[in-house]
Every structure is written in C-alpha cells, then in structure tokens.
C-alpha cells in the first residue's frame, strides 16, 4: 500500500516499483489522500479555461487513466488540497484543508484501511515529506500514525479488525546521488543535464543519502512509469525535465528506485533489493487466489 498526498505522486514515486510487483501477481493499492483540487497546471497545453474550471474532475479523469497504466487498485481518503503557499512570507494555509486536519482525526480513515485492505508493505514519504508540500508532510504523519495505530486494538476500536502490516517504507528516489548519476552521464554524452541548476544548490547530505536501504531494480518498467506519468497531462509537461533524460541513460545509469525502510517486522537482512524481502504470504490470501 503506497500512501500518497495527491494524484500524480503514485506516478512519480515508485511507480516502476509498483509497475513490477503487479505485474509478479502482488495486488498494490494506493491511497491518494487529497483529491489535488489545489495543484496548478504544469503543462502549457492543458493550461485552459475549461480545464481549469473543472480541475477536480480533470485530476480524477487523469487518476483513472494513471490506474488502468499501473494496474493498481486506488482509493481516494477524501481530504482537499491545501495548495502550494506561494509567498515570503507564506500565506495561511486554506480553510479545511488537509494539511490543517488533525493527524489523529485524519489517521482513522487511514487506519480503516489498512484495517479492511491488510497490506504487508506500507510506503510514504519522509518526514520533510519528500519536498516541503504542506500535504507531503501531512501525509508522512498521517501515514506513520496509521501504520502505527492499524495494529493496535485500543486504537480507533470503531474502524475494524486490528493488522499489522510488516514493514513501512520512505521513498528515496529523488537522491543526490542519483540526480548526479544522470547528470554526469547526460553531460559525459555532450547532452544538456536537466538537473544543472537543481544539483548546483542542492548541498551534500551523506548522512541523509545512507538512509536508503533498498534498491529495487526495475528498469524494466521505467516507460510504464512515465505512460502513467503522461497521464496525468495537467501534471506534468512531455517537454519538460522529467523527460529530457533518454530512457537506455536512465535505465543503465541508475535502473532501481531507492527506499528506507524504517519499521520491519520480519528481520530481512540490509541492504534489500526487494520491499517484500521477510514477508511471508498469509494462507487465507494465497488459497483466495
Ligand atoms: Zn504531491
């Protein structure tokens, strides 16, 4: 079960990963915990009046096609957007948004579902939330509160039987050291990097970068995550950096996507190569099939 804030980071983040573990026959869920009612539109030619009048149904258009790509099952948690704060200082965040809900509050329908759909793997993001989107790190607590609480019987005791899903997991694919990877190889081929300006600020975390624990090779699916990306077009510009990087490149230069793994319940051995390394079907799933 990857958590997410808005349609379009399950495209994103991990989305090879989860393109691959489909496709060996794991059932992947996704829970997208706002409807991104708030996100602008990052593609010039999606950039309309129509479009931009009816961005929430646009977005959920876009999430279904995303779905059918990655071949996920997907839940909305139903909270709204809380926007990008544009601004120094920032405005306040919007009346009844996500990331102004208390975690606790927004944690039991999180926790009702991990409790109705049992998950052996949780995902989410970091603590600063992958970026620093009030949402994004809503979702981090939200999702570590739920992770925490889904197991607990004294916990939400109206919002189902208690599970404990074995292991929980942060997206690190967007690395330093990945991102120089690239852009030494795009540069090494006399191509323009579209990481220069990013990198030339970006500065040295090392302990922050030996955090990841897992490398999840799945080069293979690299063009099913960018079809799922294409999908979601209010998102995402076809001309712009994401795919300025030549697929083979990618795919030799760094062709895994990066975790840590912060809660395991298993006792797999580090570093892994594989979110469900320990885990152990339960019978009940693997007669249903
Ligand atoms: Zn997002």
Request: charged fraction near 25%; hydrophobic fraction near 35%; aromatic fraction near 8%.
């Given at each position: 079960m990857h958590v997410h804030a808005h349609p379009d980071d399950e495209s994103s983040k991990g989305a090879a990963s989860t393109a691959m573990y489909v496709d060996q026959g794991a059932e992947v869920h996704v829970v997208?915990?706002?409807?991104g009612e708030r996100g602008s539109i990052l593609n010039p030619r999606m950039d309309r009046p129509d479009v931009l009048e009816n961005m929430t149904e646009v977005r959920r258009a876009e999430m279904d096609a995303a779905r059918e790509i990655l071949g996920i099952t997907q839940h909305w948690l139903g909270?709204?957007?809380?926007?990008w704060?544009?601004?120094?200082?920032?405005p306040p965040l919007p009346e009844g948004c996500f990331g102004l809900v208390p975690v606790e509050e927004a944690a039991e329908a999180l926790v009702r579902l991990i409790r109705q759909v049992r998950p052996h793997v949780v995902t989410t993001y970091d603590e600063r939330g992958g970026y620093p989107h009030p949402d994004h790190v809503m979702c981090h607590r939200v999702s570590v509160a739920a992770f925490e609480a889904a197991g607990d019987p004294?916990?939400?005791?109206?919002?189902?039987?208690?599970?404990?899903?074995s292991k929980l997991y942060y997206h690190h694919s967007f690395n330093r050291p990945r991102m120089t990877a690239i852009h030494e190889a795009m540069l090494e081929r006399?191509?323009?990097?579209?990481?220069?300006?990013?990198l030339a600020s970006w500065e040295p975390e090392p302990e922050w970068d030996a955090r990841i624990?897992?490398?999840?090779p799945c080069a293979d699916y690299f063009e099913v995550r960018d079809r799922a990306l294409l999908a979601h077009a209010t998102q995402i510009d076809p001309d712009g950096h994401w795919f300025a990087v030549p697929m083979e490149l990618s795919q030799s230069v760094w062709p895994t996507e990066d975790f840590e793994r912060v809660v395991d319940r298993?006792?797999?051995p580090l570093p892994e190569d594989d979110l469900f390394a320990g885990v152990t079907p339960d019978p009940g799933a693997a007669s249903a099939q």
């Amino acid at each position: 079960m990857h958590v997410h804030a808005h349609p379009d980071d399950e495209s994103s983040k991990g989305a090879a990963s989860t393109a691959m573990y489909v496709d060996q026959g794991a059932e992947v869920h996704v829970v997208t915990c706002t409807g991104g009612e708030r996100g602008s539109i990052l593609n010039p030619r999606m950039d309309r009046p129509d479009v931009l009048e009816n961005m929430t149904e646009v977005r959920r258009a876009e999430m279904d096609a995303a779905r059918e790509i990655l071949g996920i099952t997907q839940h909305w948690l139903g909270f709204v957007d809380s926007g990008w704060p544009d601004g120094d200082p920032k405005p306040p965040l919007p009346e009844g948004c996500f990331g102004l809900v208390p975690v606790e509050e927004a944690a039991e329908a999180l926790v009702r579902l991990i409790r109705q759909v049992r998950p052996h793997v949780v995902t989410t993001y970091d603590e600063r939330g992958g970026y620093p989107h009030p949402d994004h790190v809503m979702c981090h607590r939200v999702s570590v509160a739920a992770f925490e609480a889904a197991g607990d019987p004294d916990a939400y005791p109206e919002a189902g039987q208690p599970w404990t899903p074995s292991k929980l997991y942060y997206h690190h694919s967007f690395n330093r050291p990945r991102m120089t990877a690239i852009h030494e190889a795009m540069l090494e081929r006399g191509l323009e990097s579209p990481w220069a300006e990013r990198l030339a600020s970006w500065e040295p975390e090392p302990e922050w970068d030996a955090r990841i624990t897992t490398r999840v090779p799945c080069a293979d699916y690299f063009e099913v995550r960018d079809r799922a990306l294409l999908a979601h077009a209010t998102q995402i510009d076809p001309d712009g950096h994401w795919f300025a990087v030549p697929m083979e490149l990618s795919q030799s230069v760094w062709p895994t996507e990066d975790f840590e793994r912060v809660v395991d319940r298993t006792g797999a051995p580090l570093p892994e190569d594989d979110l469900f390394a320990g885990v152990t079907p339960d019978p009940g799933a693997a007669s249903a099939q």
